[in-house]
């Protein structure tokens, strides 16, 4: 306490009061934590201060904020006495300094091992049960108490040397228990409680000491986690306060970083900050390295987009083309090249699931930028993205023939584009193509009478509309119309030969007799019947006694193998039941996991692969299966049918050497009829 000087008669004096010290009686009223460490001046009119939570009772050893007030002079003391207080001062300010050296840690492990989570307990508890209707006082004393706790030397703003999870993942699993079970029990004000870290945060960079922010950080952390939409609620407000702080590069990445902590949690989330936040100071040189770093930190972490999809639209999409591929912007070579490799990720965003139908949306703004001045590498980006519409999304070619009149010079690249790159370009494109072109090719004509001002971009447009539609019309040799051109006058000439001859004997088929063709083909269809009754009459006479013999023999073991199969595998069951529950249990994480590492072509292959197994299910195998199982049903109808209700071995195999015999009769009327039929033909007969 400051030296009291020799007090006049009705003098007054400033002092300054203790800082860690309190009065013993109890407080009217508690100050919020947010203002317990924010460090304000309180002027007093009386020796008992105010708080309004539990905190400040917890800690009455805390380092407060000196302030000032006046007092009444004081009866001259004995200087022996005064002597003995100056002391008294000198102790306890020397306790309070080193009571704040104590308090910074080198690394937040060592600050968090020394944490005691006991006593953070009991603070909870009883600033519950001092404000039992109060959840807000709650979780501003949790983070007031953690970020007091963990006091380490300031880092940068957005961790950018950590892990995303950073300083979350560090905290263990008691203290995550204890946050957790308070924040469900505070979840109707965790909009009010996200809002009070950031702007506590934002406060604490205004004092030139000031403290680290972890215990905030790890809040804020511990509320996205289970709900991410909290910190997408206010992206307006939020962006306002931003540009409020543009001129304070600290504040600005704190805010990023503290809403960006959404979008490790769910990519749709982490989309609309991005989107939201970060887009719109993208240009900005202070803040611009930290939002192409989070989106690449964001699209790495969820390698699977399809979450994403129906976030970016067009108004979103072409700045970031802009940026990616326009030179001379607001944004470095480094950065700009960082966003062009995010480039193709953000396309697949943007075209979404469906883009055959999204699309056309897109055509014009991709045709108004393909401009003959355009840099050379982003003009090859528009006309890749160009054909793509057009060759999805059908709707595109008429949304060019309507902006067509307005964009020729743009037109007339496409148009150039589409010529190069003819021979990869599908059947369905190429229809429509020669409609939307034969449609110019009008246009152009109107054009030329009525004479515009760009002249030569409508001779390029003319020029290569020509091209196309000459190479329309040649399509290369039709050879398959002409083989069969070939056979038709082959088979026309051979029917008025044995028409105009009289038989097939006297037409100019003597040259396929003379020849030995016909002769050959003879021998051949012979030898092929006469191996076939063979074969036949072997399997008849063979096959009912290899059945019985395989039936006698392996009968009796087949049985004993069906009850051994089916008792392992109850026994297998019975004693791998835990295994099993455990696979279940953790299948779907192991899904989760092997889709956000697994590319995003190979979910794509897995899923074609997927509808084609389906398609065959339901197409082909399962409509076999009915038709085989109702085969079997009405054949074994037929079967006890003829057997009169009682069927028995040598029943079927009568069924089956008749069924057999009379199918082998069948075909070889059949192949008889035909040889008839074709000879008859030949002959004229």
């Given at each position: 306490?400051?030296s009291?000087?020799?007090?006049?008669?009705?003098?007054?004096?400033?002092?300054?009061r203790g800082?860690?010290?309190?009065?013993?009686?109890?407080?009217a009223?508690?100050?919020?934590?947010?203002?317990?460490?924010?460090?304000?001046l309180?002027?007093?009119?009386?020796p008992?201060?105010?708080?309004?939570t539990?905190?400040?009772?917890?800690?009455?050893?805390?380092?407060?904020?000196q302030n000032?007030?006046?007092?009444p002079?004081?009866?001259?003391?004995e200087?022996?006495?005064?002597?003995?207080?100056?002391?008294?001062?000198?102790?306890?300010?020397?306790?309070v300094?080193?009571?704040?050296?104590q308090?910074?840690?080198?690394?937040?492990e060592?600050?968090?091992?020394?944490?005691?989570?006991?006593?953070?307990?009991?603070?909870?508890?009883?600033s519950?049960?001092?404000f039992?209707?109060n959840p807000?006082?709650?979780?501003?004393?949790?983070?007031g108490?953690?970020?007091?706790?963990?006091?380490?030397?300031?880092?940068?703003?957005?961790l950018?040397?950590h892990?995303?999870?950073?300083?979350?993942?560090?905290?263990?699993k008691?203290?995550r228990?204890?946050i957790?079970?308070l924040?469900?029990?505070?979840?109707?004000v965790?909009?009010?409680?996200f809002?009070?870290?950031?702007?506590t945060?934002?406060?604490e960079l205004?004092?030139?000491?000031?403290?680290?922010?972890?215990?905030?950080?790890?809040?804020i952390?511990?509320?996205?986690?289970?709900?991410?939409?909290?910190?997408?609620?206010n992206?307006?407000?939020?962006?306002?306060l931003?540009r409020?702080?543009?001129?304070?590069?600290?504040?600005c990445?704190t805010?990023?970083?503290?809403?960006?902590?959404?979008?490790?949690t769910?990519?749709t989330?982490?989309?609309?900050v991005?989107l939201g936040?970060?887009?719109?100071?993208?240009g900005i040189?202070?803040?611009?390295?930290?939002?192409?770093a989070y989106l690449?930190?964001?699209l790495?972490?969820?390698?699977?987009?399809?979450?994403?999809?129906?976030?970016?639209?067009p108004?979103?999409?072409f700045?970031?083309l802009?940026?990616?591929?326009?030179?001379?912007?607001?944004?470095?070579?480094s950065l700009?090249?960082q966003?062009?490799?995010?480039y193709?990720?953000?396309k697949?965003?943007?075209?979404?699931?469906?883009?055959?139908?999204?699309?056309?949306?897109?055509?014009?703004?991709?045709?108004?930028?393909?401009?003959?001045?355009?840099?050379?590498?982003?003009?090859?980006?528009?006309?890749?993205?160009?054909?793509?519409?057009?060759?999805m999304d059908?709707?595109s070619?008429?949304?060019?023939?309507?902006?067509?009149?307005?964009?020729?010079?743009?037109?007339s690249?496409?148009?150039?584009?589409?010529?190069?790159s003819?021979?990869s370009?599908?059947?369905?494109v190429?229809?429509s193509?020669?409609?939307?072109?034969r449609?110019?090719?009008?246009?152009?004509?109107?054009l030329?009478?009525?004479?515009?001002?760009?002249?030569?971009?409508?001779?390029?447009?003319h020029?290569?509309?020509k091209?196309l539609l000459?190479?329309m019309?040649?399509?290369?040799?039709?050879w398959?119309?002409?083989?069969?051109?070939?056979?038709?006058?082959?088979?026309?000439?051979?029917?008025?030969d044995i028409?105009t001859?009289?038989s097939?004997?006297?037409?100019?088929?003597h040259?396929?007799?003379?020849?030995?063709?016909?002769?050959v083909?003879?021998?051949?269809?012979?030898?092929?019947?006469?191996?076939?009754?063979q074969?036949?009459s072997?399997?008849e006479r063979n096959v009912?006694?290899y059945?019985?013999?395989?039936?006698?023999v392996?009968?009796?073991?087949?049985?004993?193998?069906?009850?051994?199969?089916?008792?392992?595998?109850?026994y297998?069951?019975?004693?791998?039941?835990?295994?099993?529950?455990?696979?279940k249990?953790?299948?779907?994480w192991?899904?989760?996991w092997?889709?956000?590492?697994?590319?995003?072509?190979?979910?794509?292959?897995?899923e074609?692969?997927k509808?084609?197994l389906?398609?065959?299910l339901?197409?082909?195998?399962?409509?076999?299966?009915?038709?085989?199982?109702?085969?079997?049903e009405?054949?074994?109808?037929?079967?006890?049918?003829?057997?009169?209700?009682?069927?028995?071995w040598?029943?079927?195999?009568?069924?089956?050497?008749?069924?057999t015999?009379?199918?082998?009769?069948?075909?070889?009327?059949?192949?008889l009829?035909?040889?008839n039929?074709?000879?008859?033909?030949?002959?004229?007969?």
């Open positions: 306490m400051a009291v000087g020799p007090a006049g008669a009705g003098r007054w004096e400033l002092v300054r800082r860690g010290r309190r009065p013993a009686g109890g407080a009223g508690r100050r919020a934590l947010q203002e317990a460490n924010s460090g304000r309180l002027p007093s009119a009386s008992i201060t105010t708080s309004d539990i905190f400040e009772l917890g800690f009455e050893k805390t380092v407060k904020k000032k007030e006046q007092v002079p004081a009866p001259v003391p200087q022996h006495h005064k002597k003995q207080n100056m002391g008294k001062n000198a102790k306890k300010s020397t306790a300094d080193a009571g704040l050296k308090g910074k840690f080198r690394t937040l060592d600050a968090l091992k020394a944490l005691n989570l006991t006593e953070l307990q009991k603070e909870l508890d009883k519950q049960n001092v039992p209707e807000s006082v709650w979780v501003k004393d949790l983070a108490y953690l970020n007091y706790k963990l006091q380490t030397p300031r880092s940068d703003p957005t950018s040397q892990t995303p999870d950073y300083p979350y993942s560090l905290v263990s008691e203290l228990s204890i957790k079970s924040l469900v029990k505070a979840s109707s965790l909009e009010l409680f809002d009070h870290c950031i702007y945060m934002l406060q205004d004092k030139s000491p000031g403290e680290s922010l972890h215990g905030y950080r790890i809040c952390q511990a509320v996205v986690l289970d709900k991410p939409k909290i910190a997408t609620v992206l307006g407000k939020y962006l306002e931003l409020s702080h543009q001129n304070r590069p600290m504040k990445l805010i990023m970083w503290a809403l960006g902590q959404a979008g490790f769910d990519l989330e982490g989309l609309k991005w936040i970060m887009l719109p100071v993208l040189k202070s803040l611009s390295p930290y939002a192409i690449d930190r964001l790495m972490t969820h390698a699977n987009l399809t979450k994403g999809f129906g976030m970016i639209g108004k979103d999409f700045p970031l802009d940026f990616a591929f326009m030179p001379n912007n607001s944004l470095s070579p700009q090249e966003l062009r490799q995010l193709p990720r953000l697949v965003l943007a075209f979404g699931a469906k883009p055959e139908s999204t699309l056309h949306t897109y055509f014009p703004s991709f045709l108004s930028r393909a401009t003959p001045n355009c840099p050379a590498d982003m003009r090859n980006e528009l006309l890749i993205c160009l054909s793509e519409c057009l060759s059908a709707l070619f008429s949304a060019w023939r309507q902006l067509y009149t307005k964009h020729l010079s743009q037109s690249l496409l148009l150039a584009h589409l010529l190069e003819w021979d370009t599908s059947r369905k190429r229809k193509l020669q409609e939307t072109v449609s110019f090719k009008v246009t152009n004509e109107e030329a009478v009525k004479g515009p001002n760009s002249l030569q971009d409508l001779a390029a447009c020029a290569t509309c091209n000459h190479k019309k040649g399509r290369g040799f039709p398959v119309r002409l083989l069969l051109v070939v056979l038709v006058f082959a088979a026309g000439f051979l029917v008025h028409r001859q009289g097939f004997q006297a037409s100019s088929a040259i396929l007799r003379s020849s030995g063709i016909l002769s083909s003879q021998q051949a269809w012979n030898k092929v019947s006469h191996y076939s009754l074969g036949y072997w399997l009912p006694v059945y019985s013999q395989v039936l006698t392996l009968g009796p073991n087949l049985k004993l193998v069906l009850a051994k199969t089916s008792e392992t595998a109850v297998v069951s019975g004693k791998c039941s835990s295994q099993i529950s455990w696979v249990d953790n299948l779907p192991f899904i989760e092997l889709q956000a590492q697994a590319p995003d072509f190979v979910l794509h292959f897995a074609c692969i509808e084609l389906l398609f065959l339901q197409s082909c195998l399962l409509p076999a299966l009915e038709s085989i199982g109702t085969a079997l009405r054949g074994w109808e037929l079967c006890v049918d003829a057997c009169n209700g009682e069927v028995s040598d029943c079927v195999r009568e069924q089956l050497t008749s069924f015999y009379s199918s082998w009769l069948y075909l070889q009327n059949t192949t009829a035909i040889k039929w074709a000879l008859a033909m030949i002959s004229g007969h």
